[in-house]
């Protein structure tokens, strides 16, 4: 692991790191078990794609792979189950999902947006497929969801060689994650609704993504 690498993630778990509570699922009583954190959430969406870039507190980080837009349609790829077998993700189709894409479930941001897609969906998860892709391995990904108490949400991992980024354009090439990304996609597979954050330590607008799901059902 490269030292900026080592920088961003530490930077982005850096709310739990500095000891506030609510990062090991404990917190007060209440609707969540989880403490949400007011993190800021980005208004806009970066392009995928080779040519393009996300950035890390100002930083620029330039994205690999073929970019990938609303419209289109799902592209063929293998990810990670947790048993370690691989399923093509167009084999998902058939109902409304939301794919919510992640660096890494060790960082307070990815931990409150997959927490947010579990616990905040307004009910979509009794008719929509809510996945999670990120470059952890399943073992990683499954301690986590049993840890959060997540059962509502399907990890998948593209940990062998992030052939998921670089099919989508969502690749960080020199750190080897995923660019903060969630989409909705319709039961054909086409993506009506896409948002990569500009800047990594940024929340997406789950809330939008949800009134696009909502819309399609």
């Known amino acids: 692991m490269t030292r900026i690498h080592q920088t961003i993630l530490s930077v982005l778990g850096i709310v739990c790191l500095a000891g506030m509570t609510g990062c090991d699922g404990k917190g007060k009583p209440g609707e969540f078990s989880f403490m949400y954190k007011d993190l800021p959430v980005a208004s806009g969406s970066a392009t995928a794609g080779k040519g393009h870039s996300v950035t890390f507190q100002g930083k ?3 994205l690999a792979g073929t970019g990938i837009k609303v419209g289109q ?4 790829v293998n990810v990670a189950k947790g048993d370690l077998s691989l399923i093509n993700i167009l084999s998902t189709k058939g109902k409304v999902r939301i794919l919510n894409i992640v660096p890494s479930l060790d960082t307070a941001v990815c931990e409150q ?3 947010h897609l ?3 969906n307004n009910g979509l998860d009794k008719t929509i497929e809510l996945i999670t892709i990120s470059v952890d391995t ?3 990904q499954g301690r986590f969801a049993k840890e959060a108490k997540i059962a509502n949400v399907t990890f998948l991992s593209d940990y062998r060689g992030g052939d998921f ?3 989508y354009g969502l690749l960080v090439k020199d750190l080897h994650i995923l660019a903060r990304t969630v989409m909705v996609v319709d039961k054909n597979n086409v993506i ?3 948002q990569v954050t500009p800047e990594l330590a940024q929340m997406p607008d789950m809330d939008a993504a949800f009134k696009a799901a909502k819309a399609l059902l």
């Open 113 to 115: 947006q997959t927490h």
């Open 138 to 140: 399943p073992f990683a």
């Open 165 to 167: 980024g670089k099919t």
């Open 118 to 120: 579990s616990e905040k």
């Open 73 to 76: 349609k799902l592209r063929a």
């Open 60 to 62: 620029p980080l330039v």
């Open 192 to 194: 009506r609704y896409m």
